[in-house]
Nanobody, 125 residues
Framework: QVQPVESGGGLVQAGGSLRLSCAAS????????MGWFRQAPGKEREFVAA????????YYAESVKGRFTISRDNAKNTVYLQMNSLKPEDTAVYYC??????????????????WGQGTQVTVSS
């Protein structure tokens, strides 16, 4: 079992950058694939990025590919989301989530068991 806790959100101008962090408690962190999702007001929660247990495989939504980078440090039980070239449409609450590593289904929200409380990212135009 892991409990993700997000940090690093805030207000940034369009074109700027932010780095989100997700610290996960639990001794089995490296057994889990980790994902970032986001939810804008009035919209459904959507997949942003995911990383395999080892960090060797990463996956991205088309809308963030080339701008966002996900990474993890298993020694620190932490996963990161580096967000560059931010756009107003990136404004949302960003959630970190964990799922048992299975090699598949990284973008499927219902495969993730443990969720953080979210951190707000606001991009002004």
């Amino acid at each position: 079992q892991v409990q993700p806790v997000e940090s690093g959100g805030g207000l940034v101008q369009a074109g700027g950058s932010l780095r989100l962090s997700c610290a996960a408690s639990g001794r089995t962190f490296s057994s889990y694939a980790m994902g970032w999702f986001r939810q804008a007001p009035g919209k459904e929660r959507e997949f942003v990025a995911a990383v395999s247990w080892s960090g060797g495989r990463t996956y991205y939504a088309e809308s963030v590919k080339g701008r966002f980078t996900i990474s993890r440090d298993n020694a620190k039980n932490t996963v990161y989301l580096q967000m560059n070239s931010l756009k107003p449409e990136d404004t949302a609450v960003y959630y970190c989530a964990a799922k048992i590593e299975s090699g598949v289904d990284y973008s499927r929200l219902n495969q993730y068991t443990y969720w953080g409380q979210g951190t707000q990212v606001t991009v002004s135009s």
